[in-house]
């Protein structure tokens, strides 16, 4: 009973909410960095959106019809005659039940939800572009650590073969730090792959250079904001609506109708005996009441009902996934500020090592090596920090996809 009361009072709320035009801009904090014939087709696929939905809107005008026939025949007498007749006929419904008010308003909610469709393709495709951006540029990050860690394990392969020739440790560490070098230098390869397949993906999108692109700093959005400005959230609402008038299309279909219907004739021949010509034009004019009785009109009614109850449990549904995404973000970038708040610890701690060891340097306890390896290390977890970041903005990112700035 309960749920019963939710849906009532939703769709209540639905039926009072106004059905306003849907725009979208990328001049904000998200740049469209589509190519121009990605844009192109999603431009053309909202045009003819609006050009369907148009013919939606109008479907309840009946056209005019005009016929003409013409005919030639022989009688018994061997004369033969013609006939030619011009019409133009019309019947127009004028008061469906409310039907003809509900075709207008489903055709402005299922153009608001297909338009909604087509902006989240579009927006799904920009957000995309600006993440392999943020990928890139974490991939030179992460590039430029290996390069330091290589740089450590050359260190440390230079002190093993010096402690090897004084023997004081046997050749295994040495093949160790040899190995480690190696499977090091692997993984530099393996991002520069990366980077590849990354670049393609992003060819495929835009035809910019993703080099010279800048990349947004974004902010979290507040939860009230994100739900406010979900437009899947929207879609579902609107599909909602959609059902809604389209039941009420349904029911009007089985109750009275009234409808005016006109023909204006024109019949021209030669039909009589006497071979004479003749014309005759004449009109007609009417009223038509019509109410169908259908042995299957409950069940139909009853079925659309449903499916628009159906669309509002969605609708709830849809409203709780955005509601648990958004949290799982947020713990995910929890996550993530604590992995920053350790990198720039051991950023300070490395600091501290380093005035330590230029220190004992100074004193000749110390080797440059040991210097060298300190300052590599530093920089890794300054690099941490700031791939850490940019693993934050991509979360962020995905609250932007789904709302409209």
Same mark, same amino acid.
């Given at each position: ?34 190519? *121009? ?68 308003? +489903? ?77 090091? $230098? ?59 008038? *389209? ?23 030669? +039909?009589?005996?006497?071979? $004479? ?24 009614? *009853? ?33 993530? *500020? ?9 950023? $300070? ?11 004992? +340097? ?37 609250? +932007? ?5």
């Amino acid at each position: 009973m309960k749920g019963s009361s939710v849906l009532k009072k939703l769709s209540l709320l639905f039926r009072l909410l106004p059905l306003i035009p849907l725009s979208f801009s990328y001049g904000g904090v998200i740049e469209n960095h589509l190519s *121009e014939p990605k844009n192109r087709l999603f431009d053309y696929s909202e045009k003819i959106n609006s050009l369907r939905s148009d013919i939606l809107r109008k479907s309840w005008i009946s056209p005019l019809m005009l016929n003409y026939s013409t005919s030639r025949t022989s009688n018994s007498f061997g004369r033969d005659g013609r006939n030619d007749i011009f019409t133009i006929s019309m019947d127009q419904p004028i008061f469906k039940s409310g039907g003809i008010y509900s075709a207008i308003k +489903y055709a402005s909610a299922l153009e608001g939800a297909n338009s909604m469709d087509i902006e989240l393709a579009r927006r799904k495709s920009v957000i995309e572009a600006v993440r392999i951006l943020m990928e890139l540029k974490k991939l030179k990050l992460q590039r430029r650590q290996l390069q330091l860690l290589v740089e450590n394990d050359e260190i440390d392969i230079k002190r093993k073969k010096e402690q090897y020739i004084a023997g004081i440790i046997d050749s295994s560490f040495l093949d160790q730090a040899i190995l480690q070098r190696n499977r090091d $230098k692997t993984s530099l390869l393996g991002l520069r792959l990366q980077e590849v397949s990354l670049l393609n993906s992003f060819r495929l999108l835009s035809d910019k250079d993703p080099y010279s692109l800048k990349i947004p700093r974004l902010k979290l959005i507040e939860k009230r904001s994100f739900l406010a400005s979900n437009m899947e959230i929207e879609r579902e609402r609107l599909e909602a609506l959609s059902k809604d008038y *389209e039941s009420s299309m349904t029911l009007s279909k089985y109750l009275p109708s009234l409808s005016v219907f006109g023909s204006y004739n024109d019949e021209k021949g030669d +039909y009589d005996i006497s071979m $004479k010509d003749y014309s005759d034009s004449y009109y007609r004019v009417g009223l038509r009441l019509s109410m169908p009785i259908n042995i299957n009109s409950l069940q139909d009614i *009853e079925a659309s009902r449903v499916e628009y109850l159906k669309s509002m449990v969605q609708l709830q549904e849809k409203r709780k996934e955005a509601e648990n995404e958004y949290d799982t973000i947020l713990t995910t970038i929890s996550l993530i *500020e604590s992995k920053i708040a350790l990198a720039r610890s051991d950023e $300070k701690l490395y600091s501290k090592l380093l005035k330590s060891t230029q220190e004992l +340097y100074r004193a000749g306890s110390k080797t440059k090596l040991d210097i060298d390896t300190l300052k590599n290390s530093m920089q890794m977890a300054r690099l941490d920090a700031q791939v850490y970041e940019l693993e934050k903005q991509i979360q962020l990112l995905k609250l +932007y996809e789904k709302v409209n700035e």
